[in-house]
């Protein structure tokens, strides 16, 4: 499991990435996906099994 260290770590390199005013929107998106993946796991697993079988390597 990390530490403080590490996650502070991975907070500024995502802050850089996509920037202070992007943050919130993706952290909206991201809670309302777990959201949605706690009321329905079985959904949840499809769409992952959907995705994985519908990518090109």
Avoid: C, H
């Amino acid at each position: 499991m990390p530490g403080f260290a590490d996650l502070v770590l991975i907070l500024i390199v995502v802050l850089f990435i996509f920037g202070t005013s992007k943050l919130p929107q993706i952290a909206n998106s991201m809670g309302r996906q777990i959201v949605k993946w706690r009321k329905n796991p079985k959904e949840a697993q499809r769409e992952i099994e959907e995705d994985e079988e519908n990518e090109d390597y």
